[in-house]
């Protein structure tokens, strides 16, 4: 631990497990210019936490369940949900702290929102299950429960514009879903994101000691990739952050601008402890 950091940091209660098989969600690619945008449909990519109902819970991606009050999720359908929990534009920290909470604060969850992008179990394509979706929402009828909007776009420059219209007002970016494309659980270009700054996870396995105006408090993570790659984080750190910095071992979300010749990240700066 770097001198004069704070050794005591403020956790969260674990989520309780609920099963042991995390559900088998689609997972999306990074968009890459020269993609046929004919086919896919936009949305706004949500800056909260991805959530599952299985029909009976709800859950997170990792399969722990998620306490939130009676009401939230009254007389949701029998079928799979798959969305994202979320608190609006640049609260994903008000949203992470509410599903984490084993007792549900209902003054918090309040102000949450599930927002639905998929029907895991229908079984048709993604236009087909759009229709669905939306008569589900509009059954259920709840302020709280909504189909996440969906557009098509002409060509990349439509694209980037509706992009920087959404980062402008805060939002984390955009998503692609490929209209025929079913459900599958894995990781394919049948979902793309679209971002300004890719971004990816890191295990946090030193604190640098800072210098100048830094001295005494965190100067910067040094962090591991799943590959094995090692570098440093020194920016995008709050001063409370610096003083109470990701404990080690833990994962850390960064933000950069593609890799060196080397294969390091670019202007790698750091968002966030990874919430799992």
Do not use: C
Request: hydrophobic fraction near 40%.
């Amino acid at each position: 631990m770097v001198p004069g950091i704070l050794t005591t940091l403020v956790t969260l209660a674990p989520l309780a497990a609920a099963n042991d098989i995390p559900p088998a969600l689609m997972l999306a690619n990074s968009y890459r210019p020269g993609i046929n945008l004919a086919g896919y449909w936009v949305s706004e990519k949500m800056d909260g936490t991805r959530g599952y109902w299985d029909g009976e819970k709800l859950l997170t991606r990792r399969g722990q369940q998620i306490f939130a009050p009676a009401w939230f999720t009254a007389n949701w359908p029998k079928v799979a949900l798959d969305g994202e929990l979320w608190a609006g534009r640049e609260q994903f920290h008000h949203a992470v702290s509410t599903i984490r909470r084993q007792t549900p604060d209902d003054a918090a969850w309040r102000k949450m929102r599930f927002m639905v992008f998929d029907l895991p179990a229908h079984g048709g394509t993604f236009d087909q299950r759009l229709i669905a979706l939306q008569s589900v929402t509009a059954k259920l009828a709840v302020p709280w429960v909504v189909a996440v909007e969906q557009i098509k776009v002409d060509d990349h420059a439509a694209l980037q514009s509706m992009l920087e219209r959404i980062v402008k007002q805060g939002g984390e970016g955009l998503m692609l879903h490929r209209g025929d494309s079913l459900y599958r659980g894995y990781r394919s270009n049948d979902l793309l994101k679209v971002k300004i700054h890719e971004d990816a996870e890191a295990k946090v396995i030193a604190h640098i000691p800072g210098k100048g105006k830094y001295q005494g408090i965190l100067g910067a993570l040094q962090v591991e990739t799943p590959d094995g790659l090692r570098f440093k984080l020194g920016s995008g750190f709050t001063d409370a952050q610096r003083r109470q910095p990701p404990a080690l071992g833990s994962q850390v979300t960064y933000r950069y601008r593609g890799l060196t010749p080397g294969g390091t990240p670019r202007f790698a700066s750091f968002m966030r402890v990874y919430e799992q």
